[in-house]
């Protein structure tokens, strides 16, 4: 299994800001993984997280707005661009350890005012 | 196309029954793999239990188990001895053989009644 963490637990922020949000794996791993949970709605792909080279972003999810890095096999951070109302979210932190076994970190619960 | 359906949004069992939460997929993957996580009101997700489209043996996994149909393409989670704590949000989801994606359902939301 795999252990993650993820900072902050929560946030509110102001319209236009950034939030950074760092995820920690406690052991290493190919593949991590951004979700986003709206408001009573289930989890949605945002991008992999590839380490040492670009992440690979789902459609209706850009670079400029959702900029990750992944600069080791244990730690990876999205940040939330210019934010909005619209990006109150959870945002869930994933790494897959093997083809059944996917974890999730404990999210990042972000209200933009 | 790949697609997740829990057609129960909430569902309500008295404490120490079983209970079932319905899980449908659609896939035109041979080889695909199904999982179910629980989500608190704490926002976490937890991972519960996985069914190999290949494995013979239903998963158990403590008080959870998968009731695999594989010709009706259903996966559905059993809770046995249901505990207040299991109080929370459950969802299906499903890898099938190439990319990335994990194919969430909406969602059964379990209410444990003491």
Redesign the interface.
Same mark, same amino acid.
């Given at each position: 299994s795999a252990v993650i963490s993820q900072k902050p637990s929560r946030d509110i922020c102001q319209r236009g800001t950034s939030l950074t949000i760092q995820c920690q794996v406690d052991s290493q791993v190919t593949m991590m993984f951004w979700y986003r949970q709206q408001p009573g709605q289930s989890l949605t792909l945002i991008a992999t997280a590839n380490q040492g080279s670009e992440a690979t972003y789902e459609s209706g999810f850009v670079i400029d707005k959702f900029p990750i890095s992944r600069p080791n096999l244990t730690f990876s951070t999205l940040t939330v661009s210019n934010m909005s109302p619209e990006d109150s979210s959870i945002y869930l932190c994933s790494a897959r350890v093997s083809y059944n076994e996917q974890f999730f970190g404990p999210g990042t619960r972000l209200t933009v005012l | 196309a790949q697609k997740i359906t829990q057609t129960q949004p909430g569902m309500f069992v008295q404490e120490k029954e079983a209970v079932t939460l319905d899980c449908t997929y659609d896939t035109s993957d041979q080889s695909y #793999?199904l *999982?179910w +996580?629980k989500q608190p009101s704490? %926002?976490?997700?937890?991972?519960l239990i +996985?069914q %190999?489209s290949y494995d013979e043996q239903n998963a158990t996994e403590g008080r959870y188990s998968l009731n695999f149909q594989k010709a009706r393409k259903s996966a559905n989670l059993v809770i046995s001895a249901s505990q207040l704590g299991d109080s929370a949000m459950y *969802?299906c989801a499903m890898?099938g053989t190439t990319g990335?994606?994990?194919y *969430? %359902?909406? #969602?059964t939301s379990l209410t444990v009644i003491p």
């Open positions: - | #793999g *999982f +996580y704490s %926002g976490e997700m937890i991972f +996985y %190999g *969802f890898r990335n994606q994990f *969430f %359902g909406t #969602g």
